[in-house]
């Protein structure tokens, strides 16, 4: 029995051009991998004089920002990134390799995205850091949320769904989150977890495992705890 990336998103419009590359008939995780290939066809922001950066601002190669994207005074833009129509980038971002960010997305003051997906309309406002994860159409990460996508022993990542648990073959995956989820302030997402749409979890705690759609994270959650234990590389 697979677990679809449909249970969890609708392919946002915006990213229409990268479809082919993330059908919704597979497991999410099995995207992560293809981020890289599917930036390598596009058409990176010019620099002879048709978009400015700002001095405080360093581009990498292979980057797109759309138009409208108005740029901040300070960050680290690295190599293959995708930056959509209307998004709100603040000052002390650093987006590492091969990230795409869809249409009106807010990236905040010392926020770290790598090697992810962000869906239309999510928000990671505040001192968040988003790796190896896909975070579905507005999500909603409270201050200081963070993915962790690596096993303090180091051992590939274990997805735990209801059905089944699935070898991801990988040492580093963040966390799957569901459309229109909410995640209050201070919480760890350990490395691996789902969570179902529209799910909402509390703050200042740490959650491990799998929560259904239209779920509250509670610590008394049988899924919510502390292992495998989990940081952010």
């Known amino acids: 029995m697979s677990f679809p990336a449909s249970t969890l998103f609708d392919w946002p419009r915006s990213l229409e051009n990268f479809a082919e590359y993330f059908p919704l008939d597979e497991e999410p995780w099995l995207w992560l991998p293809k981020i890289e290939r599917a930036l390598e066809g596009i058409v990176p922001t ?50 590492r390799r091969n990230v795409i960010i869809a249409a009106n997305c807010v990236v905040g003051t010392a926020c770290e995205l790598k090697n992810s997906i962000l869906m239309e309309g999510t928000k990671v ?35 735990k769904t209801p059905a089944k648990s699935y070898a991801t073959h990988r040492r580093k995956v963040g966390a799957f989150v ?26 200042r705690f740490v959650f491990s495992g799998f929560l259904e759609a239209e779920h509250t994270g509670l610590p008394k959650d049988r899924n919510v705890g502390v292992m495998p234990g989990g940081t952010e590389a």
């Open 46 to 95: 010019l620099r002879d004089g048709q978009r400015d950066f700002p001095p405080g601002l360093q581009v990498g190669q292979n980057v797109y920002i759309h138009s409208s994207v108005k740029l901040p005074h300070l960050g680290t833009l690295e190599d293959n990134i995708y930056i959509g129509e209307g998004v709100h980038l603040n000052p002390g971002i650093y987006i």
């Open 125 to 159: 406002p505040h001192f968040n850091y988003v790796g190896d994860s896909v975070l579905g159409n507005r999500v909603q990460l409270g201050a200081m949320v963070v993915t962790a996508n690596l096993r303090l022993d180091h051992r590939d990542v274990l997805i």
């Open 178 to 203: 569901g459309d229109e989820v909410r995640v209050a302030c201070n919480t760890a997402l350990q490395p691996g977890t789902v969570l179902g749409r529209r799910c909402t979890l509390l703050p």
